[in-house]
């Protein structure tokens, strides 16, 4: 509780600032409750104990880039006096605001917050590090902070605790963030209620349990990641109800079963990563449906099929990956139709017989992963493409495999995948063995780039669709 020689001095402020007179007419002012209130918050975050006093009008002559205000009409029932009179409406504190942002004692003051009712944007990025911090569910009980519509608490590794279900209160809120932080215990169902709800992530946490059934509620959700938590069990059906989304991330969990049909129905989703769980096979053709899917990511589930024959159909697919998913058989020859394909990659599985000679002509492809397979035969590939892809080409581990130059009439020979990764060699003749030494040499050199095209993507994604968070706050 503050002191009362706190509260005096709050006051004795504010008596500084009440009124800022224009030409008469109009005069603006802020609740005083509202002001003690935002000089709690902020002394709760900030190592900064002469905030208030610096910034004793903070919606006008003193004001504070992490703060913002609004002008309203003031209605106290009067007829012919209606003054007008600001209010805070976002609190923002982060790196881009101050480094570091908040104090290590840092706290979430729920007094303070519960004075400031016209609040629309709370975001804290990098906050709580040191101090543990846990979300009150009376912050958002009895229609508390109840015009709110972004609440964003990201990066804070001493944010733990469960999610409180009284969240679902909170009817206004169009993007609720809380990734990267310690939260524990399962997604309280209640969340599923908030039916305005446009972007929800509540990605790099420890949460447990499975996904709500009435997550199909949600049906205003554009984004939507679950990725990187510990959520177990099946995917239900009510997804395929979500037919706003366009991302859809749900990597690296415990998720096990197959993906439900109903998935099929997302025809706007862009985005959709499966990756590093239990999903096993086969995938529905349903999936055909998703013809404005550009990031398929299956990677690293027991899927345990052929190549599932929609792939084809995706026409706008520019990154695809199935690796380590215990595919079996041929390579589907429909996947000609990707021209927009960047990043295809196929390791780690059971697929033989030959590559299709379409390979080699995808004429946006940056990186091209057939590694630890069961293919044999030609790859025939341009020297544009070699020089386009340099060590991004990988398919060593394919006993039989090999890459042919069809630029030059001279080549006698291809680059066998058996050197690539150490086979025998005594079959092959001392001027072959310098010919694929030199075909290999170009192959990991030219236009060599550390960056690999096939992870580095989902980073990209995240990080733009963290950005349009940004632009809509």
């Known amino acids: 509780m503050a002191s009362f020689s706190s509260i005096l001095l709050l006051i004795l402020l504010h008596v500084l600032m009440v009124f800022n007179v224009g030409d008469g007419s109009e005069m603006t002012s802020m609740d005083d409750d509202e002001l003690l209130g935002l000089f709690e918050v902020m002394s709760s975050l900030l190592d900064d104990p002469t905030w208030a006093q610096e910034h004793p009008q903070p919606c ?59 609040l629309k944007t709370l975001s804290l990025f990098n906050c709580f590090n040191v101090t543990p911090v846990s979300l009150s569910s009376s912050l958002f009980e009895n229609s508390c902070l109840s015009s709110l519509e972004h609440l964003a608490l990201v990066s804070n590794p001493s944010l733990h605790g469960s999610i409180p279900s009284s969240l679902g209160h909170i009817q206004t809120l169009r993007v609720l963030s809380l990734s990267q932080n310690m939260f524990t215990g399962v997604i309280p169902q209640e969340i599923c209620g908030l039916v305005n709800l446009q972007q929800l992530d509540l990605s790099y946490n420890h949460l447990t349990g499975s996904v709500p059934q009435e997550i ?23 997804f395929g109800q979500l037919q706003s989304l366009q991302k859809l991330d749900l990597g690296s969990n415990n998720l096990t079963g197959r993906v439900p049909q109903e998935f099929g129905n997302l025809s706007r989703l862009v985005l959709f990563d499966t990756s590093h769980n239990f999903l096993s096979g086969p995938l529905p053709e349903s999936l055909s449906g998703l013809k404005q899917l550009e990031y398929l990511v299956i990677q690293d589930n027991p899927i345990n099929t052929g190549m599932p024959l929609f792939i084809g159909s995706l026409g706008r697919l520019k990154v695809l990956s199935f690796s380590r998913c215990g595919l079996m058989g041929p390579m589907l020859t429909s996947l000609s139709t990707l021209k927009n394909l960047t990043a295809l990659s196929l390791d780690n599985n059971s697929l033989n017989g030959t590559v299709p000679s379409y390979i080699g002509s995808l004429p946006n492809l940056e990186q091209l992963n057939l590694s630890q397979n069961q293919l044999s035969g030609e790859i025939i590939v341009s020297q544009e493409l070699i ?9 060593r581990g394919n006993n039989g495999l090999c890459i042919k130059n069809n630029t030059s009439r001279e080549v006698k020979s291809c680059i066998s995948s058996k050197s690539r990764t150490g086979g025998n060699k005594s079959s092959w003749g001392e001027q072959e063995e310098d010919e694929c030494r030199n075909m290999n040499s170009n192959l990991y050199q030219s236009s060599w780039s550390p960056k690999n095209h096939g992870y580095e993507f989902r980073l990209g994604l995240d990080n733009m669709f963290l950005l349009l968070i940004f632009l809509l706050l």
Request: charged residues 20%.
């Open 60 to 118: 006008t002559d003193t004001p504070w880039s992490g703060v913002q205000c609004e002008l309203m009409a003031q209605d106290d029932g009067s007829q012919d006096y209606n003054p007008t009179i600001f209010h805070v409406t976002k609190i923002h504190i982060g790196n881009d605001i101050l480094n570091p942002p908040c104090k290590p004692t840092a706290s979430l003051s729920s007094r303070g917050l519960l004075k400031l009712p016209y």
């Open 216 to 238: 199909g509620k949600l049906k205003s959700l554009t984004i939507f990641d679950l990725s990187y938590n510990m959520l177990g069990g099946q995917l239900p059906p009510s």
């Open 387 to 395: 020089n386009r892809i340099g060590m991004r080409f990988d398919i």
